[in-house]
T-cell receptor, first 114, second 113 residues
Framework: EAQVTQNPRYLITVTGKKLTVTCSQN?????MSWYRQDPGLGLRQIYY???????DKGDVPEGYKVSRKEKRNFPLILESPSPNQTSLYFC?????????????FGDGTRLSIL | QQPVQSPQAVILREGEDAVINCSSS?????VHWYRQKHGEAPVFLMI?????EQKGHEKISASFNEKKQQSSLYLTASQLSYSGTYFC??????????????FGAGTRLAVHP
């Protein structure tokens, strides 16, 4: 089954404790991105990747890191999480970056930072 | 740059119609529409390219007015399953040849029996 898989689905942690949210897709998609969703603000892009080893900042990149060493994986890293990063996070992928392509979303990761 | 969606929320009875609007201050390359049910991931509905085309997905259709830089989503004879939050995503051309997709804040739709 074609899908985008995120782990973990839920995480409660404390300020300053490094964490990684994994994202994997099995559709051989070139383009992957991370969004955070907050009430009243919709989906805001954190980082995106157009292909392996090619990443760039989205609209709200502060406090986050990403890497794209393999085509299928695009982990989101919070080196020193803070409470303002408490949010619902979605990973998404699409076939290409430069053509109108539907975004396929993972099931989301709800992150709470105390 | 974030597109503006209106209304913010809609409450309908089953069988009623609704229109959700999405407006941008920038010239658009295309408009995406997604629906998100509570606790789930957003699901793709349709993409409209510039050219004023209209598309349909079951009883949900949409139009894209390039001149006005806006798109409208039409939900006809609403069903309970239509409940959720609808997001538009507007696509802009940017240097490097890659379009940028920005989502609106969403419109919450509740359909009651």
């Amino acid at each position: 089954e074609a899908q985008v898989t995120q782990n973990p689905r839920y995480l409660i942690t404390v300020t300053g404790k490094k964490l990684t949210v994994t994202c994997s897709q099995n559709m051989n998609h070139e383009y992957m991105s991370w969004y955070r969703q907050d009430p009243g603000l919709g989906l805001r892009q954190i980082y995106y990747s157009m292909n392996v080893e090619v990443t760039d900042k989205g609209d709200v990149p502060e406090g986050y890191k990403v890497s794209r060493k393999e085509k299928r994986n695009f982990p989101l890293i919070l080196e020193s999480p803070s409470p303002n990063q408490t949010s619902l996070y979605f990973c998404a992928s699409s076939l290409y970056a430069d053509i109108n392509q539907p975004q396929h979303f993972g099931d989301g990761t709800r992150l709470s930072i105390l | 740059q974030q597109p503006v969606q209106s209304p913010q929320a809609v409450i309908l009875r089953e069988g009623e119609d609704a229109v959700i609007n999405c407006s941008s201050s920038k010239a658009l390359y295309s408009v995406h529409w997604y629906r998100q049910k509570h606790g789930e991931a957003p699901v793709f509905l349709m993409i409209l390219l510039k050219g004023g085309e209209q598309k349909g997905h079951e009883k949900i259709s949409a139009s894209f007015n390039e001149k006005k830089q806006q798109s409208s989503l039409y939900l006809t004879a609403s069903q309970l399953s239509y409940s959720g939050t609808y997001f538009c995503g507007t696509e802009f051309w940017r240097s490097g040849g890659y379009n940028k997709l920005i989502f609106g804040a969403g419109t919450r739709l509740a359909v009651h029996p």
